[in-house]
């Protein structure tokens, strides 16, 4: 052997293993060991085994099969490393004769250094269609060969191996897998395996490129081309997995994957050819170019979409608001007048068309993904018609009215994360009932739920003091279990005698609840305190005398309520609440009253076109049935149905109108009908 043996075994194996390696397409099968092996083709000599790499090279097919060898003769693994030192051998003798080859010192000799390139795999050049057959790992005390070594069979001093070893995959049927190679003239084209069936098909998705081979998971170094792989990734940077950590390298692979991979390695033989100089053969060359020629098509592309993203990345980390933080709003215009006699009076309707607006900014910050931050700046301008200029009773109340002299304010601030199986919710300002716990109505949404007040959810139970405090759900399966704390927004941050987060108004709420696709029902007591001058235990719904019992009076409560929907498809939906109340007057006195309030929810969704809903709510608002001061005589009843028309994903119209029957309890008032346009704009 000369020094023109060890260029060519070494170089020119390695760089058509880097294409063989990056293009999964070109391994189609994996064949397993064998119990019994083929004896080894007859010995050849140094010179003709040169003859041989320099035909294949030249991209002569070779036609030979692998010659299987026997499971118990020494191997000798030729590594890619240059020094002679680290290139296993079957045993003493065959290393010193490699030892005492002369280096070929002609100018045509390829040279090799300390950083050659590893032959990446074992499969044939492009040109070269071959039956593969494993061959039993030797016994030795050397580290078995892998894909990126040439193994090489000595069963006597004179004798090397005629073909390339292809280790197996234990899972492979015991069958021989013949791969046929196309190629162009003078250079291998798309390498299409017999049996592409014989790959899982997977999906391709985005890479990201890789340093070490340990960053790939599902690469272990028993695999067969583990050595290939780690040289590829951390010798010359050529291969890349994909974001989960994988390489997936029984998959097929793209085109465009593929030229990916091809253009990192030219790019790094490339700088080794003009760091090291006369590194490969004008003819190695001549292949390389004509590699990239055949995938220009695809390099020129793959390279404008990276450009394209770089600039648009670019873009977004300039112009972003923040990293963890996102902005959802939501607009409401509303249209409304009410019709009827004002509560108490038998004058003529004293309200007019008017237009009043609510504006949401939603600052939904995450620190893990899972947890959320929520700050809500809010504006608002929508009538109360419970005031005397209007109606003159609560039973008229739109579900979003408010007035804020149209400057935004803090609206809501708290913080909901995760813990095990458990949600925590905290905060100081706008955290209310209906958000720690399940309200089990489809109507809770104030911009595109029901349009009264009362048709929104529950009074009895979802509805007191509330703005500050701290609640936990813990999700058992089909079961929920909630318990939460609230007290008053003005009385939390109150340092005064009587107010303060335990000594002010405040709502303490506990829940049990099933919930099924087809079925949904929940069991709620909720503890109300509200403290003298700041009354008002049903949360501005029903009688007057439903809010206040004992008039101005400290009153505390223990409200009840059970919560039912039926949902026998996604397209309809019946159910209700009732709501049960016990109130106590607090300061030196024992008087207590019966509330009751109960309701029937229907929804139609989808209904005309996907999106849009079909409402109606009939009920009766909060009425005190029992009292030791004084009672509500007759029963008034809520009829409310609404429409909402969704125009696109962020604009939905909503038509809707409700009647107050015998308003606040007393069937000597005139209905009242309250009429309403919506149109919210979410963004």
Not at 15 to 25: E, H, K
Not at 47 to 63: C, D, L, N, Q
Not at 112 to 125: F, K, R
Not at 647 to 655: H, L
């Amino acid at each position: 052997m000369n020094r023109t043996f060890w260029n060519l075994l070494l170089v020119s194996p390695a760089i058509l293993g880097i294409s063989s390696v990056v293009s999964a397409a070109a391994i189609a099968a994996e064949a397993p060991a064998t119990a019994e092996a083929n004896q080894l083709a007859t010995a050849q000599s140094s010179e003709s085994k040169i003859a041989e790499i320099v035909a294949e090279i030249g991209g002569e097919p070779v036609v030979e099969p692998v010659a299987a060898a026997p499971a118990t003769p020494e191997k000798l693994a030729l590594n890619n490393s240059a020094e002679a030192a680290q290139t296993p051998v079957a045993n003493s003798a065959d290393a010193e004769k490699l030892a005492k080859i002369e280096p070929d010192a002609s100018a045509a000799a390829v040279q090799t250094t300390g950083s050659d390139i590893e032959s990446a795999a074992p499969s044939a050049p492009a040109s070269t269609a071959a039956a593969t057959e494993p061959l039993a790992a030797a016994d030795t005390a050397e580290p078995d060969p892998q894909a990126s070594d040439l193994a090489v069979q000595s069963s006597s001093e004179t004798e090397v191996a005629e073909k390339i070893e292809v280790p197996a995959v234990a899972s492979t049927p015991a069958t021989k897998v013949e791969i046929a190679q196309t190629s162009p003239a003078g250079m291998g084209g798309p390498i299409v395996p017999v049996a592409p069936q014989a790959l899982p098909a997977q999906q391709s998705g985005a890479m990201s490129q890789v340093t070490s081979v340990s960053q790939l998971s599902d690469v272990r170094p028993t695999d067969w081309a583990f050595q290939a792989l780690q040289s590829l990734v951390e010798r010359y940077g050529c291969i890349v997995g994909y974001p989960d950590g994988t390489y997936r390298g029984n998959r097929a692979l793209t085109r465009y994957e593929f030229a990916a991979g091809v253009n990192a390695c030219l790019d790094k033989v490339t700088e080794l050819i003009g760091s090291t100089g006369n590194l490969v053969t004008r003819d190695d060359l001549a292949i390389l170019q004509r590699l990239q020629e055949e995938f220009a098509a695809e390099l020129a592309t793959l390279r404008g979409r990276v450009d394209g993203l770089e600039a648009r990345t670019a873009e977004l980390e300039a112009n972003q608001f923040s990293t963890t933080t996102k902005l959802a709003g939501e607009a409401i215009f509303a249209v409304s007048d009410t019709f009827g006699d004002a509560i108490g009076t038998h004058e003529d309707d004293r309200t007019v068309t008017n237009l009043g607006y609510r504006v949401r900014l939603n600052f939904n910050t995450s620190f893990t993904g899972r947890d959320l931050l929520r700050t809500r700046l809010q504006a608002l301008n929508v009538p109360n018609y419970s005031a005397t200029t209007a109606t003159g009773t609560n039973m008229a109340r739109l579900a979003f009215d408010g007035n804020d002299n149209s400057q935004f304010t803090l609206d809501e601030l708290y913080y909901r994360f995760p813990i095990g199986g458990a949600t925590f919710f905290v905060g100081p300002k706008g955290l209310d009932l209906d958000e720690i716990a399940d309200v089990v109505t489809p109507f809770n949404s104030t911009g595109t739920g029901a349009i009264s007040r009362f048709g929104v959810r529950n009074p009895a139970v979802f509805r007191g003091s509330q703005g500050a405090g701290a609640s936990v759900t813990f999700n058992l399966g089909t079961f929920r279990a909630t318990a939460g704390y609230l007290a008053g927004d003005s009385d939390a941050p109150n340092p005064a005698d009587g107010r303060g987060v335990f000594d002010g108004s405040f709502s303490a709420l506990g829940q049990i609840g099933f919930f099924s696709k087809p079925f949904d029902l929940a069991f709620t007591y909720t503890r109300k305190y509200d403290r003298a001058g700041a009354v008002g235990i049903m949360g501005g719904t029903g009688s007057s005398l439903a809010n206040r019992p004992f008039g101005q009076s400290a009153t505390a409560a223990d409200n009840f309520g059970v919560q039912v929907n039926f949902k026998p498809s996604s397209r309809f939906q019946i159910g209700g609440w009732y709501g049960y109340t016990k109130a106590e007057q607090l300061r030196n006195s024992n008087n207590d009253a019966t509330i009751q309030n109960g309701a029937i929810t229907l929804a139609l969704a989808d209904f005309g076109r996907q999106g849009n809903l079909l409402g109606f709510v009939f009920g009766v608002p909060p009425k005190v049935t029992e009292s030791d001061v004084a009672r509500n005589r007759n029963t008034s009843y809520h009829l409310e149905g609404f429409y909402r028309f969704q125009v696109n994903d962020f604009i939905s119209v909503t038509p809707g109108v409700y009647v107050i029957m015998n308003p606040e309890h007393n069937n000597r008032n005139d209905d009242i009908w309250v009429g309403l346009l919506r149109t919210t704009f979410s963004f």
